[in-house]
């Protein structure tokens, strides 16, 4: 056994740690940067800890004040009509199409100027509104991120000043700084603009289904039959750009590495005329980059031709079929539909149709992206959870147990047996005995 008298905390501790917690949350992040630019992995801590599991909503947003949920909800708000904005803007465009189509066939081109006047200042209203909502839903999603991350940072970081050495030993400073920056940028994304983007992306889906259906039912059933493909195909082209990207900061980042190493030392690697070697070396580490990077090539083309390859074949399909259906009115007797404007489908209505169901396409499968990065905030924020839990045998930070009234300052140990966390096969001292007296 070991008696250490332990003095009681000082007063106001708790109140002096929330002053100096920012500043200590720049300094990790700052050791976080240097740490990734020479090529230091930044998931060493988390590797040591056991896998969390993703926190729930009520969780993630555990720091949220009022003012926040006032904030996203504002946000989301604003981020719904901005994409519902994107579709609905179509219908003064088909106005146009009817507009100018009617006049050539009629022969009142002198009259499609002023026809038109109404529907163009339609456009200038709606490009304000778009500008409005998208000012509004960036700052509110912006501003909440910021204010809850923050309120992450400290209590990330006082759990992680509150564990023991034992903990501390076991894990690397560098990718601990470098995971503490790592995971408090994710859930800042997640709260913050992917969450705007994703709500936006429903908004134009929704928006679309909408002026799609509402047009002619008819095209866009026959439209959604193209959907999966489309919207695989926008799920495919985020999916690689992000895998890409991904793989080839790997690349360099290894690279870089030696960069710095050898930058770092440049005396001795000439000393011992190393040049040539070392240039060989890191040709060596940037093949690997040059190897994802043409092998993206072809991925990238693939899913960009899938995209633009199903949206022009189902316009196509779509175009087909309101001609089809003129063409069958025509020939049933009733000729001067396309004429009179007394079709049951217009120029207009079918472009309408189409052009909503490959915007619903297109935000449906873009609003992967968004999940994907969500998934991830919550995985980091229960990584986070994890840690912020965990209680220490020796809590620094907790007034609980028994405090003596009075020290006298004399320390004695007596038998200790002292091992390291990271080798318990291997002691350090056994039975250690030391008196230090007062003075």
Known sequence: EAFIPIPPPAPGRSDSFAEL????ALKLEDMAMKASKTGSPATDAVDAEPAARAVGLREFFRFASTVDM??????????????????????FFGQVIDTLG???IQGTTATAQSDLRGTLIAFIYVGVGAFVAGFVSVYCFKVTGERQVAEYRRAYLRAILRQDVGWHDARATSGLASAFAESTSVVQAGIGTKLSEGLRFLGQGIGGLFVSFYFSWQIALLMVAFSPIMMGSSALLVTVVTSTTRRISE?????????????????TVASFAAEEREVERFDALLKPAEVAGIGAGWRK????GSLDGSSNVAFAVGIIFAGSRVAAERASGDSDCAYSGTCSISAGSALLAIFGINMAAQGFGLIMQSLSSFSRARAAAGMMKAIMERTPAIDSLSDAGATPATVAGRVEFKNVVFRYPTRPDAPVYTDFCLTIEPG
């Open 301 to 304: 083309g693939l899913a960009f």
């Open 21 to 24: 917690s920012d500043d200590l």
């Open 251 to 267: 690349a360099f980042a290894s690279a870089g590495a030696v960069c710095a190493e050898v930058l770092g030392s440049v005396r």
């Open 102 to 104: 009617n006049s050539q």
């Open 70 to 91: 006032l904030l996203m909800s504002v946000g989301a708000v604003a981020a719904l009509a901005l994409g519902a904005l994107q579709p609905l803007s179509i219908l």
